[in-house]
């Protein structure tokens, strides 16, 4: 039975995984797949590391520092990568309705 | 006083992730203290952020609030990214939009800018002091003020207890 919960948490984790996966395809500039990609992937993999965990209780103190440490580097790998494309000068789809990091850029140089 | 306070702090939390992972042999206590011991000394300067969490009862007791707050936050985004990608019209109205914080630590900045990723819809670029600039899928409004009220007021209040 609780191998049973454990397997249905997975595969909860997995759909949004899943999810994330359609999300790189279907969004239309690098900071939207970002979005996308991260949100679903943390909450994805979060889940599947808890049913895992619940499968298995005597993992559940390891899984726990996994998802911690997921919880911390995945938002600033994101993050920076998001950075870097938009100082890179990567376009933001047409459907942007502002952009006030490169209004600010264009008026201060390096700002600040 | 400050630096010794990040210095313990870290210190625990090494020992900590030791314990939670090579378990509680006598052997394994003594050398997973001495190794943490070490690092933290090795790498004080970086672990100089930890002082400024603050150690009230008022505080502490803040830090679950948040985490459930947190959380919550976290389910909600998954299920907004879910609904967006799903339906067929593809609903995203995306901008970068600046707002601004009242939070002084770094630490706090740091956990702030993490916590606004992974929240529903929003995404932080770059931050410039106590500026961010946030990518944001659904953008409703375009003003300073108006965006840190709806993106930032929910998490500040609560690191700003924590944090200051």
């Known amino acids: ?112 | 006083m400050q630096r010794i306070k990040s210095f313990v702090l870290g210190m625990l939390v090494l020992f900590a992730l030791w314990v939670a992972i090579a378990g509680t042999d006598r052997d394994e206590l003594v050398a997973g203290f001495l190794i943490a011991l070490l690092i933290s000394w090795i790498f004080r300067r970086n672990f100089e952020l930890l002082g400024e969490l603050r150690l009230n009862p008022q505080a502490l007791l803040r830090i679950p609030v948040y985490l459930a707050l947190f959380l919550r936050e976290l389910v909600k985004s998954s299920l907004d990214v879910a609904r967006r990608v799903l339906s067929p019209s593809l609903p995203i109205n995306p901008g970068i939009v600046k707002v601004r914080t009242k939070l002084q630590s770094k630490l706090g900045r740091i956990i702030l800018a993490n916590s606004i990723t992974l929240t529903p819809g929003t995404m932080t670029v770059e931050t410039r002091g106590e500026y961010l600039y946030i990518h944001w899928i659904d953008t409703q409004c375009e003003d300073v003020e108006a965006a840190t009220r709806s993106i930032v007021h929910c998490f500040e209040q609560h690191l700003e207890v924590i944090f200051g």
């Open chain 1, 1 to 112: 039975m609780i191998a049973f919960i454990g397997s249905l948490i997975c595969l909860a984790g997995s759909v949004f995984l899943l999810l994330g996966a359609l999300g790189l395809l279907r969004m239309p500039d690098v900071y939207n797949r970002m979005q996308a990609g991260t949100k679903a992937t943390t909450l994805g993999s979060l889940l599947t590391l808890l049913g895992i965990g619940i499968a298995q209780p005597a993992w559940l103190l390891k899984l726990l520092i996994l998802v911690i440490f997921i919880l911390l580097t995945n938002p600033i790998s994101s993050n920076v990568l998001v950075r870097a494309a938009h100082f890179k000068g990567v376009k933001l789809t047409e459907k942007t309705v502002r952009d006030n990091l490169k209004d600010d850029q264009e008026k201060g140089g390096d700002g600040d």
